[in-house]
């Protein structure tokens, strides 16, 4: 099951989290031969990404995934709420979505 967890982003800005992923008993899991990706749309159902993460594991065995969008990507989204997920595939081929939630898109002033 995901965690779920909201994000604010602030458009025109770099925005950067980390994950920390762990396994069913809360240990953390080792991401060796594991690859992410995250997306946002504007709702569950939208068939259109409004952007990708660029999604990066440190070192895999300290079980962290950095979310990363840049400030031309937060440029192009419109202020208002969004939908995001995180998923993670084994080397195995299995996906299990780590995290979710709402990603609310703040308006900026400065250009």
């Known amino acids: 099951m995901a965690i779920v967890a909201n994000l604010f982003i602030d458009q025109g800005t770099d925005f950067e989290i980390v994950v920390d992923v762990s396994d069913a008993t809360g240990e953390t899991l080792d991401l060796t031969g594991y690859s992410?990706?995250?997306?946002?749309?504007?709702?569950?159902?939208s068939t259109t990404?409004?952007?990708?993460?660029?999604?990066?594991?440190?070192?895999?065995?300290e079980g962290k995934v950095t979310m990363s969008l840049t400030d031309t990507q937060t440029t192009g989204l419109t202020s208002g709420r969004y939908v995001y997920d995180m998923n993670i595939t084994s080397?195995?081929?299995?996906t299990t979505r780590v995290v979710e939630g709402q990603a609310n898109i703040t308006p900026g002033v400065t250009r």
Request: charged residues 5%; without cysteine.
């Open 49 to 61: 990404t409004a952007a990708t993460f660029t999604t990066a594991h440190g070192t895999p065995a």
């Open 36 to 45: 992410s990706a995250a997306q946002i749309r504007k709702t569950y159902g």
């Open 91 to 94: 080397s195995g081929g299995t």
